[in-house]
């Protein structure tokens, strides 16, 4: 191919033009944290249809091995498997098989354009880290943007406390909250107010 | 999976030039590719070539609708020009005595039929992909891609009309 074949002249023509580098870089940034917060948005959609997933295989291997061994032990590895695998299932769930969700939450509300998150985030993790065996749920509420702020409703909706979201919850903080009396026994803002926290939790937990 | 940012910057520099392909001006160009990213922005993506490039294009259509300013040009069917894109497309035209008069053609060059050259030559689209971008039949932009290249053999022979 020459030098000065159709083909060449005319790339030429048009890759000699290139759009300034500053713009070029401020468009990219852009594209890619929308590329990355949409990516954050679908996690937790995958996340819940992965939960309801495993909530289905659960109940399944649960009714399944009901009927293969109603009340006594059945013959066979199957059956065998099936038992063994509902005495664990049992022992995740309460007496009428529903789930034991525990009684108290702490949520950490949290968003990127927050500059007070990342003082709260390690506080968090190391109240999770002391009370991770209790019976805790440690949970993440996302504020970053309307899609994250949507999949934070399904969240609390699921657990049961969706009128948390009607709250006004500051970003950066970390709340306890009962579940059952639908009450938040308290809320911080400040690692130093992390001793009043740990002190209802510990009352809740007694 | 996220992009990383050298991509997407290869992705606008890539959609830029299919602006100048449309507007056959750098600062136009410049404004095309913006809205278009924008808008897709808003829409969330996706992030590839095929998608801008069509994004662009509509904006150019709308834009021209606007300022009425489109001409229109009865589609032609290809029944003279095969039906692929040739691999002598490119090297049918002598171009050794064109002394910078191809240039200046390209600019003068239709707004399609400049954007066919560059699907063609710099993104080494098909001609059926290029009709599937530009929503024509895979036949006109064939006649569109020989018709710009005549345009550049006259050029190169020292005759510059573009009519």
């Known amino acids: ?206 | 999976m996220a992009r990383a940012q050298g991509e997407l910057e290869d992705l606008a520099q890539r959609g830029f030039r299919f602006a100048v392909s449309l507007t056959g001006e750098a600062t136009r160009a410049e404004d095309l590719l913006q809205d278009s990213w924008f808008a897709l922005l808003k829409a969330n993506g996706p992030w590839n070539a095929g998608y801008l490039f069509r994004t662009i294009r509509n904006r150019f259509v709308d834009e021209f609708r606007r300022e009425a300013r489109m001409e229109t040009v009865p589609l032609e069917a290809a029944s003279d020009v095969g039906e692929e894109i040739a691999p002598d497309f490119w090297s049918g035209v002598d171009l050794a005595s064109a002394n910078g008069e191809v240039e200046a053609v390209m600019s003068r060059l239709r707004p399609e039929e400049r954007a066919v050259l560059y699907l063609a030559a710099v993104e080494d689209y098909t001609a059926q992909r290029i009709g599937d971008l530009l929503e024509w039949p895979r036949g006109t932009v064939l006649s569109m891609l020989h018709r710009a290249r005549e345009k550049l053999r006259r050029a190169a022979k020292g005759d510059g009309s573009t009519s």
């Open chain 1, 1 to 206: 191919m020459s030098e000065r074949d159709l083909k060449h002249t005319v790339s030429r023509f048009f890759t000699e033009h290139s759009l300034p580098a500053p713009r070029a870089s401020r468009l990219s940034a852009l594209a890619a944290a929308t590329d990355e917060s949409s990516r954050r948005a679908a996690s937790p959609r995958w996340a819940a249809f992965a939960g309801m997933l495993a909530a289905c295989v659960i109940v399944t291997a649960f009714v399944t091995a009901r009927l293969v061994s109603p009340d006594q032990g059945a013959q066979g590895t199957v059956a065998d498997a099936s038992r063994q695998g509902t005495q664990e299932i049992e022992s995740a769930t309460g007496e009428n098989g529903e789930c034991r969700t525990p009684r108290l939450v702490a949520v950490s509300t949290r968003a990127d354009w927050c500059p007070m998150c990342p003082r709260m985030t390690p506080v968090y993790k190391k109240l999770m880290e002391d009370y991770g065996e209790r019976s805790v749920l440690f949970v993440v509420f996302d504020m970053t943007d309307d899609a994250a702020k949507k999949q934070t409703e399904y969240l609390a909706s699921t657990l049961g406390i969706e009128w948390l979201c009607k709250q006004k919850m500051p970003t950066g903080s970390i709340n306890l909250v009962d579940r059952e009396k639908g009450v938040v026994l308290a809320s911080v803002t400040q690692p130093d107010q992390m001793d009043e926290l740990i002190g209802s939790l510990d009352k809740a937990l007694k």
